[in-house]
Structures are given as C-alpha cells and as structure tokens.
C-alpha cells in the first residue's frame, strides 16, 4: 500500500512516523559524517586531498539540508533538527561518529568507501519514493555521489599497493565494518520533541517496514545491505583486505548480526565519541547565543 | 608531479590554461582538477598535462612577432554609412570582440 505523500497536511500518525524516521537517518548521516570529514580540514596528505574531502563535505552538509528541509513540511524546521535536538535522539549509524586517529588517512578514505557505496545503494532505492520531494532530490545528490565514491576507490587502490599502506587498511577496516554494519539497521523512530515511547525501540523494524510498505523507499534494509556485500567484499578482497564476513556461511545474516557494535546509533544508543563532537559542534550556536541556522541559499524547492 | 590544468568552458572552445595539481598519476590528476578547477567556474571539459610534456619557446630563445601596431588592418576603423550586409556586420562584431579581448590581455 502505497501513502500519499503529496500533500504534507492530513497525514496519518503511521505515515508521518515512516517519513520522519526515514528523513533523520539520512539527514543525521550525512550532518554527522561531513562534521567528521571537516577535521582533516588542513590536516589531509597533500593540498589537493585536503580540497577533494573538504568538497565531499560540502556537499554531504547540502545533502543534508536537502533531506531535513523535507521535514520542514511536517513542522520541524533546521534549528530544532540540527542544534536544539537531545543528541540521543539522533539516528545516524556509528559508522559517521567515530573520531578518526590522528594523521590515519586510511580510515577516511576507508570509511568514505564504505558510506558512499551504502549511501548510493539507498539512494538508488529513493529514485521511485511515494514522496516526490524525496525521488526529486535524488538526482542531484547522486550526481555528486559518484565523485565521492571514485575518490574513495581511486585512494583505496593506491594505499593498498604497498605492505604498509594495506596494514593501515586493514587495521581500519577490523575496526570500522561492525560499525558499517549499523547503516543498515532500523532507526528506533526519533522522538523529536514529543514524549519518547517505552515501545520506541521493539518498532524499530516495524517502522522501517513502513517506510517500504508506504513507498517512502523501495527496498528494504536486508536488501540494500545484501547488495552492499556484493559491492564492497569483492573489491576490498581484490585489494588483499580480508573481510570478517564469510558469505558462503551456512547463516550469514546471523554471523553479520553478531558482528554489529553494542551502540548502533541508529537504535539512539551512540559512543561516547558523538557526545563530545555535538558538544563542539552546537558550542558555537549556543555560546554566542544564535537562535537560527545560517543560511546563504534560498530554500530548495520541489 | 605537477599536472597542468586547462579549461574548457564551452563545448567546442578552446581549452585555457587555469594552474595546476600535483598528483600521483593521471586519474588522481583528473579527479583532483575537477574539484580545484572546475567547481567555481562554468566548466565542460578539462585537460590535464604533465608539466614535463609541455613543450615551451620563450621570448629568450626567439624573438617573436606581434610587436608593431597592425590595428590599421581591423576593418572596425572604418566608418560606412547605411546598412552593411549581414557578413560584414558580424564579421566586424567578430573583429571587435577580438579586439577587445586584445586589450584584456
């Protein structure tokens, strides 16, 4: 049964649960993961590595911007998403929150592999939402994906070509694909302001199947991640990376299941590493006082 | 290694110097140009070089032409009266913009 997402007025508490738990697990991807990128702001290995991730960044803080602008219509505007919200109830998987080692240029590209592959994977799965302002703005953001997801790969391949540059892949890999992983669970619906539900957590996989079930998005959570392993395993093998994950095992969705970190993020339980980095990312907006987002551009429209 | 940038702005325009990137190889070369040279500015194409590929003649080794006034020969100077056929105008337009790109430079 497909909603209708046509109109943002008169939808039913299902739906609007579908849309907005959907809308903060993209958006907090992208928000958290561009705040991540922006440390290597000057500290990348050349000028132009430095340019061609601060670009990444850019434009996954656009994308999203694009995806809680949606949000706009059901009466949560960009301050409240993105500076007034309780960081619990944020909904991006651990994968973007972790803080990088110092100088380890190997987890950021390695993480910006695995987040791209993902992150283009789910979009394709946006392209026919039921929500037209969602499959309008697919294109554009995909547009700019393919950028990120060569540079990624272009990196990948040359870090590999040596003992050294491969251990350090490996080390981030061991340690970033549990939280990989967590891209593809279902989001415990955020409370945005209303009073949090004791039952928050068991609809979790309820409320991602009505995501699927409304239209919102066409694939489910256990096919996107399937076709993920498809993507990333052959290649990071054909890079000499040994992956944790045996997918000839008699149960493979059980062996990946025990493989996913305790904090998943999107469950809204997170690391202690994201308290610290909203902390520094809100100081600004609250130690001066501001009572809005910036915003240099008129409001995406369609 | 230092790759020369240049951009095409337009499909079939030429191909401007803009700077450069330094990269590994060819295809980092590329990517790296594209976010560098060609996010700011309309852009449909660029190339890019190895700085040792270029071959380079400068002012030193010969002493090149272009040095006297030759602005005698633009037909822009030329007043005429009534309408001129529409070859000559647009010719003479043409002849005006390269003129005025003459002086930029």
Request: no cysteine; net charge negative; hydrophobic share 45%.
């Given at each position: 049964?497909?909603?209708?997402?046509?109109?943002?007025?008169?939808?039913s508490s299902r739906e609007r649960r579908a849309l907005e738990t959907l809308l903060t697990r993209l958006g907090d991807d992208e928000f958290v993961l561009a705040e991540?990128?922006?440390?290597?702001?000057?500290?990348?290995?050349?000028?132009?590595?430095?340019?061609?991730?601060?670009?990444?960044?850019?434009?996954?803080?656009?994308?999203?911007?694009?995806w809680y602008d949606?949000?706009?219509?059901?009466?949560?505007?960009?301050?409240?998403?993105?500076?007034e919200?309780?960081?619990?109830?944020?909904?991006?998987?651990?994968?973007?929150?972790?803080?990088f080692e110092t100088g380890d240029w190997a987890d950021a590209v390695l993480r910006s592999y695995l987040y791209d592959v993902a992150e283009d994977l789910r979009l394709e799965a946006l392209t026919a939402s039921s929500h037209p302002k969602i499959a309008d703005r697919v294109g554009k953001i995909r547009s700019e994906e393919k950028y990120h997801r060569e540079h990624a790969r272009s990196w990948l391949e040359r870090l590999a070509e040596d003992d050294d540059g491969?251990?350090?892949?490996?080390?981030?890999?061991?340690?970033?694909?549990?939280?990989?992983?967590?891209?593809f669970e279902p989001a415990v619906p955020p409370r945005l302001g209303a009073k949090a539900s004791e039952n928050d957590v068991a609809k979790a996989a309820a409320v991602d199947a009505d995501v699927v079930d409304l239209g919102l998005r066409t694939a489910t959570l256990e096919e996107l991640r399937s076709e993920w392993l498809s993507i990333v395993v052959p290649f990071l093998e054909s890079l000499d990376l040994a992956v944790a994950v045996d997918r000839d095992a008699e149960n493979p969705e059980a062996d990946l299941d025990a493989l996913l970190p305790d904090a998943r993020g999107r469950d809204g339980a997170h690391t202690e590493a994201w308290f610290d980095l909203h902390d520094e990312l809100t100081r600004t907006y609250r130690e001066l006082g501001r009572t809005e987002t910036t915003t240099i551009m008129e409001a995406p429209d369609g | 290694?230092?790759?020369?940038?240049?951009?095409?702005?337009r499909p079939g325009e030429y191909h401007a110097h803009c700077g450069n990137v330094h990269a590994p190889d060819r295809e980092l070369a590329r990517q790296f140009a594209a976010i560098q040279h060609g996010r700011r500015k309309p852009t449909n194409s660029l190339w890019v070089v190895p700085r040792d590929e270029i071959g380079e003649i400068d002012a030193e080794d010969v002493a090149f032409g272009g040095t006297t006034d030759k602005s005698y020969r633009w037909a822009t100077t030329y007043s005429t009266a009534g309408a001129d056929a529409s070859e000559v105008a647009e010719s003479e337009d043409d002849q005006a913009d390269a003129e005025q790109r003459r002086g930029e430079s």
């Open positions: 049964m497909a909603g209708s997402f046509e109109a943002s007025d008169g939808l991540r990128y922006t440390e290597w702001q000057v500290r990348a290995p050349s000028l132009e590595s430095d340019l061609a991730l601060a670009n990444n960044a850019q434009d996954e803080l656009g994308h999203a911007r694009l949606v949000l706009a219509d059901v009466g949560l505007d960009e301050r409240a998403l993105a500076y919200r309780d960081p619990a109830d944020f909904r991006h998987g651990t994968l973007v929150e972790l803080p491969r251990g350090r892949l490996q080390d981030a890999l061991d340690r970033l694909f549990p939280h990989a992983l967590t891209l | 290694m230092i790759w020369e940038v240049f951009r095409q702005e």
